[in-house]
């Protein structure tokens, strides 16, 4: 635990107390022991690595602690077992220390609360920008930032701008910034989505209709144009616009000006067009299904969205804006670990921006209010494992599994083996029992290292004894294995 934030210790039984921060201070924990009296106060102070509860005399002041644990959810909690019951709901509960306390299950526990309180800490910096609207763009990434700066740089003219990108990357928040940064920026945004309109009824939708122009045209409807006047049409998924309509539009780009379907009066085109697709226009333009004509018209100023996966950086900085945003309009939201936004640094994100948009949205609705840790992530999102930490009622000492796996060496299942293994008779002249066990021992914790390929965990299963015990046999013993030993 070193390097970590001191351990919190809050117990009004002063002797309890004080055999706590004995055993504390054995183990090489840093930590502070106080009394409920104290709790209020210290448990604002400092970034605590864990808070540890023990004897408390009132249920009013247990309850108190509890409510100050609640609001400092990022502080992992372990409790005596008198406890369990009033934290176990708690969303930053770690688990339970059974009486008596042991090195090896104590350990256990304060390891669980580094592994909840997690590796990697994020510091989640606010962006310097004059204006507010880059909140939605957030990222501290290189490409983030290019995007950014092109942006700021085409805002303040009327060129026309194409964002190529993936699907879900935010293709329209780009062109809402570049809209509310430019002079347009007090008129109207109108976006349009040329693949979800049926080809026949495109037409109408951009440049509108007068009355009896159609079936069912009972009145004049303007288009989009006429809607975006003085400010900008935003023309998303431009490459499946059919080829009939790609020439209306070049037309209109051309020469400022269209007709409204039926009508014979040209109106005036006083709008900026951003462009948007998810296609690779240069193939299509290969492949006849773009006109090439249009493509130029339209690109006088590419952007392109970067994918998530290139600039994983940045999720910190956009889970705090999507948490905000939907906080906004009220959701309640929720908290993650360090080691749960690590977990998802580790995904490949297909869907992009919108795919974390809707992942932060469901578990909004299934942990409101609560800490989400790696286990509570989708199955597909969780690139490292979060053990529960349930410490067994009665832990057996390093001496007390020594003779028990020594038990059942001697045990009767050993009995038709006795001869082979020479403890049938004792020597006249005697002999070493504890070099003798001591060989017994290394043989065997070799024997299971081989039928386990060195690993050490397996090992241990085999042997009947936890990792932590098999891995201070092996450095007393040093016997050494493929598998790094780590504590």
């Not at 190529?164 to 509310?180: D, F, M």
């Not at 006088?300 to 956009?318: A, N, S």
């Not at 299971?448 to 932590?468: F, I, N």
Request: hydrophobic share 40%.
């Amino acid at each position: 635990m070193q390097g970590l934030a001191k351990t919190l210790v809050i117990d009004d039984d002063p002797q309890h107390r004080h055999d706590l921060s004995v055993i504390l201070n054995f183990v090489g924990e840093q930590h502070e022991a106080i009394s409920t009296d104290e709790a209020e106060g210290a448990l604002w102070e400092q970034p605590w690595g864990a808070c540890l509860i023990g004897n408390i005399h009132s249920v009013k002041k247990q309850n108190q602690v509890l409510e100050q644990l609640r609001q400092r959810y990022h502080i992992p909690v372990l409790s005596m077992p008198q406890h369990e019951k009033a934290v176990s709901g708690m969303p930053n509960f770690v688990g339970t220390l059974a009486h008596p306390l042991h090195y090896s299950q104590l350990m256990d526990a304060l390891r669980h609360c580094q592994e909840f309180q997690g590796k990697h800490h994020f510091q989640v910096p606010q962006l310097s920008r004059k204006n507010t609207l880059f909140r939605s763009m957030v990222g501290r990434s290189e490409s983030i930032s290019q995007v950014r700066y092109l942006i700021e740089q085409v805002a303040g003219t009327d060129a026309s701008v194409l964002i190529l990108g993936e699907s879900g990357t935010g293709k329209e928040v780009v062109a809402r910034n570049i809209h509310y940064h430019s002079s347009r920026g007090k008129g109207p945004f109108v976006p349009v989505n040329c693949g979800a309109i049926p080809p026949d009824l495109l037409e109408s939708e951009l440049f509108g209709h007068e009355k009896g122009a159609f079936t069912g045209a009972i009145s004049s409807r303007k288009g989009r144009f006429e809607l975006a006047e003085g400010g900008t049409l935003f023309l998303d998924e431009i490459g499946d616009m059919p080829m009939p309509m790609q020439v209306k539009l070049l037309r209109v780009i051309q020469e400022r000006c269209f007709e409204r379907v039926g009508g014979n009066q040209c109106i005036k085109a006083n709008v900026r067009i951003i462009a948007a697709t998810h296609r690779n226009l240069d193939t299509m333009i290969a492949e006849n299904l773009f006109r090439e004509d249009l493509y130029y018209r339209l690109n006088v100023f590419p952007i392109e969205t970067p994918p998530l996966r290139e600039r994983l950086e940045d999720i910190p900085l956009l889970l705090q804006e999507l948490l905000s945003r939907m906080e906004a309009e009220g959701a309640r939201s929720v908290h993650f670990t360090p080691r749960a936004i690590t977990s998802l640094m580790e995904h490949d994100w297909p869907g992009n921006v919108r795919e974390l948009a809707n992942l932060v949205e469901r578990l909004m609705i299934l942990y409101p209010g609560e800490m989400v840790d790696v286990n509570h992530l989708p199955v597909k999102y969780r690139y490292c494992d979060l053990p529960d930490f349930r410490p067994e009622e009665r832990i057996m000492s390093v001496e007390e599994e020594e003779r028990a796996l020594l038990a059942d060496v001697f045990s009767d299942s050993y009995g038709d083996q006795e001869d082979s293994f020479g403890f049938s008779d004792l020597p006249p002249e005697g002999l070493n029992l504890k070099e003798m066990l001591a060989e017994l021992e290394i043989d065997m914790i070799r024997q299971a290292l081989d039928a386990q390929a060195g690993v050490v965990a397996r090992a241990a299963d085999m042997l009947g004894m936890r990792r932590t015990t098999l891995v201070e046999k092996m450095r007393k013993y040093n016997i050494s294995t493929k598998e790094p030993v780590r504590e």
